[in-house]
């Protein structure tokens, strides 16, 4: 890991797009078709303050930008079907999800922990070890 990824450092105009489960790439910022902005729902401080608990990170929940394709299970972009999609562009960090999923800890926590690393990819310490924010980590953690 970079120890520059633990800081508030904000790339320069960069996106950087991703997805639960499998995510990697790099693409231009549009959003993704359908993509509405989306106030974030109460139950996210709690779930960001976790996630920054458990990556023993701290962020800015407020610095991020919400969107959500409403009424869809995935959504598309350049690398495939995605259920939520997280990006630098210039100072801001813009996550988007899909409608299905708004209410799915993992999928949100998934998206805020790349907000904490300020990276794609999926260093397993983080993503499955401290918080277990993969698929099979969290249906591991939860039985
Ligand atoms: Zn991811």
Not at 4 to 22: D, E, G, M, N, T
């Amino acid at each position: 890991m970079r120890p520059a990824s633990i800081h508030r450092k904000f790339a320069p105009a960069l996106a950087i797009w991703l997805v639960a489960a499998s995510c990697t790439g790099l693409e231009p910022s549009a959003l993704p078709d359908g993509a509405v902005p989306m106030a974030a729902p109460a139950q996210y401080s709690e779930w960001y303050a976790r996630t920054e608990a458990c990556a023993e990170l701290s962020g800015a929940l407020e610095g991020i930008e919400w969107y959500v394709v409403p009424d869809v299970a995935t959504f598309e972009t350049s690398i495939g079907e995605k259920v939520g999609l997280w990006e630098r562009v210039g100072d801001v960090s813009r996550i988007t999800i899909a409608g299905y999923y708004v209410e799915n800890e993992m999928v949100v926590r998934h998206e805020m922990l790349h907000d904490l690393l300020e990276r794609t990819g999926h260093p397993p310490e983080y993503f499955v070890n401290r918080c277990h924010l993969t698929w099979e980590s969290w249906d591991a953690a939860e039985s």
